[in-house]
């Protein structure tokens, strides 16, 4: 049975740094393209960051570089998404997308990121 399940979420400070994580289960991560996607209230779904499968290379919206670094580690089938320096901007709900051969997708539920002071 596929699962992709995130956590990690919650709420931090301007400034600060949260990690958010994402267990896979009956598939193997590092056989697919892995993303992290977020939605604010009233906008669309965005593409953060995402990291390819066989050479893990990183890839990263304007609005993050610099600041969130995507990672994974094969052995635990999970991958993260270092938060740092995150701003009220970054308010949103995290999402983890796994993209393999023949468009098959996999999303999560999300966790919920809110930036306040």
């Known amino acids: 049975q596929v699962q992709v399940v995130e956590s990690g979420g919650g709420l931090v400070q301007p400034g600060g740094s949260l990690r958010l994580s994402c267990a896979a289960s009956?598939?193997?991560?590092?056989?697919?393209?892995m993303s992290w996607h977020r939605q604010a209230p009233g906008k669309e779904r965005e593409l953060v960051a995402t990291?390819?499968?066989?050479?893990?290379?990183?890839d990263y919206a304007d609005s993050v570089k610099g600041r969130f670094t995507i990672s994974r580690d094969n052995a635990k089938n999970t991958l993260y998404l270092q938060m740092s320096n995150v701003k009220p901007e970054d308010t949103a709900v995290y999402y983890c997308?796994?993209?393999?051969?023949?468009?098959?997708?996999?999303w999560g539920q999300g966790t919920q990121v809110t930036v306040s002071s």
């Open positions: 997308c796994a993209r393999g051969a023949f468009s098959t997708t996999y």
């Open positions: 009956g598939f193997i991560l590092s056989h697919f393209v």
């Open positions: 990291i390819s499968s066989t050479y893990g290379i990183a």
